[in-house]
């Protein structure tokens, strides 16, 4: 076979957040196709008509794309191409974990995609959302099951057959190119969340600026959310790159490494992420609480000179007959003369000791 050109062809060839469409209706097969020698054949065609095709000629293989399917269609799937119980189950039921499973022959990939929801900097709403993509991969085949709209798979079977030479290695090929795609779309995530956990760090450590802990908490949480959805995948990346007992081609194995690469760089920067954000969290809470305590010296300050004409005030508002300069002319005065000395030697003393 002649030198193949580098799998490494989704990364950059297309946008993955252009690659967003209208979300597709549920339970339905988005697309079907042969595919002899690198090249689409059969455009319309249901996935009997298309595996009969393949196994017919002895060469080639099915590309079956589904969204959200009912039970009822992936038991028919499942019964046309031979599928285990298992698998049809985790196939229906959204949010599996990432898992890579063996039945015989026929592999089953399980990964999470992720989307990232542009957002105001202190708001609380949703800034990752998640969904599924399961591969079942045959020697003649190879199904895609999509949950939610998060990352689509239009774009990546489009460029897979602008390249034929890529479509020969077989159905392998596609696992391959989805798997980078889901990976590319975690970079493109993460470089989003990072000018996020920047701004946020911007925010706290500016003097004088409103910080608001709700936003910190939850842009954590989302983190949070997306490390459970990257990091479980790291396993099946290993075992599709190392694992000899797999039926994948020596090539796509090869390739397979830079896509663990990927991912590793990931879940290693969302880590930090992580990490960042904890401290963040004590550094707005400590903020918080110095911010706090000078408003309470304030408070107390201002108290402390409320209370010393309320004290002068309260002694001459009592109903004695006998007190000293009681009956003085000048007594009024003088007292609100004193009032005012005493007032302003306090906060004279407050404002000296940073409290006002």
């Not at 026929?106 to 957002?119: A, G, K, N, P, S």
């Not at 596609?174 to 911007?202: F, G, N, R």
């Not at 760089?265 to 550094?283: G, R, W």
């Not at 009024?332 to 000395?341: D, E, F, K």
Request: proline letters at 4%.
């Amino acid at each position: 076979m002649p030198p193949l050109p580098s799998l490494r062809w989704s990364s950059r060839r297309y946008n993955t957040r252009a690659d967003k469409t209208e979300k597709e209706p549920a339970n339905l097969v988005i697309d079907c196709g042969v595919y002899v020698e690198g090249r689409r054949l059969l455009d319309q065609c249901t996935y009997q008509q298309a595996l009969d095709e393949v196994r017919k000629r002895g060469t080639g293989f099915v590309w079956l794309g589904l969204m959200e399917p009912s039970n009822e269609l992936m038991t028919d799937v499942a019964i046309a191409f031979g599928l285990h119980e298992l698998a049809v189950e985790d196939a229906v039921h959204a949010h599996q974990r990432p898992k890579l499973e063996r039945y015989d022959d026929i592999l089953f990939l399980v990964l999470r995609t992720v989307r990232y929801h542009e957002h105001e900097l202190n708001s609380v709403a949703e800034i990752v959302d998640t969904g599924d993509i399961m591969v079942f991969l045959g020697a003649d085949f190879v199904i895609t099951v999509r949950h939610g709209d998060q990352t689509g798979l239009a774009g990546v079977r489009k460029v897979l057959e602008a390249n034929p030479s890529q479509l020969q290695l077989g159905p392998a090929s596609v696992l391959h190119a989805v798997a980078d795609h889901v990976v590319d779309a975690y970079v493109d995530v993460t470089q989003e969340i990072e000018d996020d956990v920047a701004e946020m760090e911007e925010a706290v450590f500016t003097p004088a600026n409103k910080i608001v802990i709700e936003a910190i908490y939850q842009l954590k949480r989302e983190v949070v959310e997306l490390r459970r959805a990257v990091k479980p995948l790291a396993l099946p990346l290993q075992l599709l790159t190392h694992d000899q007992r797999l039926p994948l081609p020596k090539e796509i194995r090869r390739y397979m490494r830079d896509v663990t690469d990927h991912h590793t760089a990931v879940t290693e920067q969302i880590m930090d992420f992580d990490e960042s954000l904890s401290a963040l969290i004590n550094a707005a809470l400590a903020k918080v609480s110095v911010q706090q305590n000078t408003d309470m010296r304030k408070i107390s300050a201002y108290a402390a000179m409320a209370a010393v004409p309320t004290m002068i005030a309260g002694i001459y508002g009592m109903n004695f007959d006998h007190m000293p300069e009681l009956r003085w002319t000048y007594g009024y005065g003088g007292v609100i003369a004193l009032m005012v000395l005493l007032c302003g030697l306090l906060y004279y003393t407050f404002h000296r000791n940073n409290w006002l």
